[in-house]
């Protein structure tokens, strides 16, 4: 598969906004476009094929469900996983001729999308970098009073961090690396060991992202029950997933209407001692 | 001397700029700094009307600034009402605003990262992915609509219950009603985690046992099936999830032991993804 000019300039573009830091903001930027499920959307109309986007974006997801960045350390870049890694994986499945469908299409997916978003990291530690230039013409500027100057540092110098670690990247690699898919087919047959690793540990690399989210939640070995209970729904009773939010939902009120009764009757308590003293 | 107040347009500008500006322009050392300025300087603009008056007022918000920056909208509307009382000459000082602003800036954190980012955009990806399956692009849609309004208008409304209550906006997040919604919100993502689990994860074994005329007398999968289904993708999320948090392992690490697993379990003949051209 052939990915044109315009088609990677689109990726770069999308690359600077969607990135953490990104240039389209935190909350539209790194959340809403940097996320594999919107950025197959995104890639996939750009190549004129949504529906592998959206299966190759969805199954990258799963391992980038809770993409935490506690105090500025990044384990993966957003910007490298949905705009270098979706028209990767895309180009890889069309090349290799994999039904889109299928769960080799999701595991070759996943597993390029795991090894672009760690390498990709180097992507953001170098737009950081690179933003501390900006930052010190921004000090200067408070220095001299001349506070118009913060707009154009916090919000425009940045694209020349981007042009060059998030534009050029992204277009480059997406340019290329679709036509490295029929060197990769040569060199590695799908029959061998290599490629065999490849589409298991695709397999494999989902419950790296849930995991990554049980261990802010499951504090305790108990709390696992809850996420059991979510686990056998889906596994064992067949509820699909927004049955599974709707019955969570109703859990989840309880459990406040509970602790709201705890609360009220502490509360109360406190006041009938309150009463006593006086 | 007349009391000053912010105009609506000074503070929705504040608003807009930290809402777009608070990480455009990140570094290792000065994270949302610069967001924070930005956002702060209509404000200072219009209520001071020296140079001088408002350098020393910027000067405040120089300090290093970092927290969950969707939650966190709430520090700066409460920093804009507190500016706004040291304008008109309450006893609030420079020192003062930034030891508020420090000492929010963890808790709220901790509080936006589990609460936001490992809470609620996993239960909206969660019902997303559920959407989306088979390659619709609805999920993705639900995606950027719900997720959008509820963060406009939700950090929108927090900006402005900083502004109007001061540190009082405080206690709306880790007051006792706020913990019991919290735990019940993240009760309801764990569900749906493992939901998302149970449908996405898919680990299978290959592993066969033959009797001597090469009968097959044993189908691992099958056998694991009838205990629980998708009993390996449950022990590999536990597994994971033992090496992260009881080892301490990062989750690179934990990803390049996966990949050494696959190549030893392709070897023995536990893992084959049956491929073909």
Redesign the interface.
Known sequence: MEISWIQAILFGLFACLAS????G????G???LG?P??G??IV?IILGD??????V???I??VY????T???TV??DVRAITYIGIPLSIAAIKG??ID??S??A??IATALG?AVG?LGTVLF?G???I??A??HI??KA?EK?D??K??L???G??WISHIICSFIPALIITKMGASMVDTMKVALP??G?A???L???G??????G?????????LKVT??I???????????MG????G??I???F???I??KI??LQ?NKTAAAGNNNDEEDI | MAEKKISKKALSKSFRNWFYGNLTCFSQEHMQTFGYLCAMLPIVEELYDTKEEQKDAMETYTAFFNTEPQIGTIVVGMTAGLEEAKANGENIDGEMINGIRAGLMGPLAGIGDSLIVGTLIPILLGIGLGLSTGGSPLGAIFYIIVWNLLMVFGMRWVYYKGYDLGGKAVEMIVGDKANAIRESVIMLGTIVIGAVAATWINITTSFQMFNSKGGVILKLQNTLNGVYPKLLSALFVVFAWWLMSKKKISPTIVMLIFLVIAFVGVLIGFFNPGLSY
């Open positions: 953490m830091p990104g240039l903001g935190t909350t539209f790194n959340y809403t996320r499920l919107v197959g959307l996939g949504i529906r592998t986007g959206i299966i974006g969805a199954a997801q799963v469900i809770a993409l935490v506690p105090g500025g384990s993966a290799l001729g889109a469908g769960a080799q999701a595991q795991a760690t530690y737009t950081a970098t933003n501390l900006w930052q921004g000090w408070v009073g506070f118009h913060l707009y540092v916090d919000m110098l940045p799908m029959n060991i490629m065999k690793t589409f298991t540990v397999s494999l690399l989902p419950a790296v849930v995991a990554i989210l049980l261990k802010q939640v499951v709390d696992f809850t996420f059991f209970f979510g686990f056998t729904l889906a596994a064992a509820v699909n997933l927004i599974a939010a019955i969570g939902g859990f989840a009120i459990n406040y602790k709201m609360l």
